[in-house]
T-cell receptor
Framework: QKEVEQNSGPLSVPEGAIASLNCTYSDRGSQSFFWYRQYSGKSPELIMFIYSNGDKEDGRFTAQLNKASQYVSLLIRDSQPSDSATYLC???????????FGAGTRLFVKA | GAVVSQHPSWVICKSGTSVKIECRSL??????MFWYRQFPKQSLMLMATSNEGSKATYEQGVEKDKFLINHASLTLSTLTVTSAHPEDSSFYIC????????????????FGQGTRLTVV
């Protein structure tokens, strides 16, 4: 089992809709969770991090964490074509040392 | 956010030569830097963890004699791809974490711009 799993997509949503991206992780002791956005040929850029159960909102983005289910998600409200990118879920494993990335979900927002 | 500078952004080299990639944290000290490799349409694969003043920790399957890592100071780590071959062509990305990364909130990794290596 991969340590961090994401649906590779592509996920296609119309402009203005809500995009929902999901991620599961295998290490129950994982402590920090991150969502990165990566445009083609560029380095990842951090969108949000979350470390407590529940929801965390920042503008159009909401991260949701459920440690019991080992599940973290990212909601993008009012999706824009500029949101089209690959979204990477990342997890800090036990010990707070290595950051492990999921394979990423490709999102397309259609104008 | 903090700035991590990676250089060069792209390089083309001949097969059999060596290439050095630098990763600098410009406005913070980083005890730990990470080196990733990313092939087209794939995720970032952690190659090694670089700790200032000590030997790097390599992930399984990564040849330490081929990918030499030096973390000589709290702001600089280098990755040298030795005797490069076409299959080493990839996007190499470094990231750094702050010296004071002791809390869950402070574990964000800041990424360099990446280096596109092409071996011909």
């Amino acid at each position: 089992q991969k340590e961090v799993e994401q649906n590779s997509g592509p996920l296609s949503v119309p402009e203005g809709a809500i995009a929902s991206l999901n991620c599961t992780y295998s290490d129950r002791g994982s402590q920090s969770f991150f969502w990165y956005r990566q445009y083609s040929g560029k380095s990842p850029e951090l969108i949000m991090f979350i470390y407590s159960n529940g929801d965390k909102e920042d503008g159009r983005f909401t991260a949701q964490l459920n440690k019991a289910s080992q599940y973290v998600s990212l909601l993008i409200r009012d999706s824009q074509p500029s949101d089209s990118a690959t979204y990477l879920c990342a997890v800090i494993l036990i010990g707070g040392f290595k950051t492990i990335f999921g394979a990423g979900t490709r999102l397309f927002v259609k104008a | 956010g903090a700035v991590v500078s990676q250089h060069p952004s792209w390089v083309i080299c001949k097969s059999g030569t060596s290439v050095k990639i630098e990763c600098r944290s410009l406005d913070f000290q980083a005890t730990t830097m990470f080196w990733y490799r990313q092939f087209p349409k794939q995720s970032l694969m952690l190659m090694a963890t670089s700790n200032e003043g000590s030997k790097a920790t390599y992930e399984q399957g990564v040849e330490k004699d081929k990918f030499l890592i030096n973390h000589a100071s709290l702001t600089l780590s280098t990755l040298t791809v030795t005797s490069a071959h076409p299959e080493d062509s990839s996007f190499y990305i470094c990231s750094a974490r702050r010296l004071s990364s002791r809390t869950a909130e402070d574990t964000e990794a800041f990424f360099g711009q990446g280096t596109r290596l092409t071996v011909v």
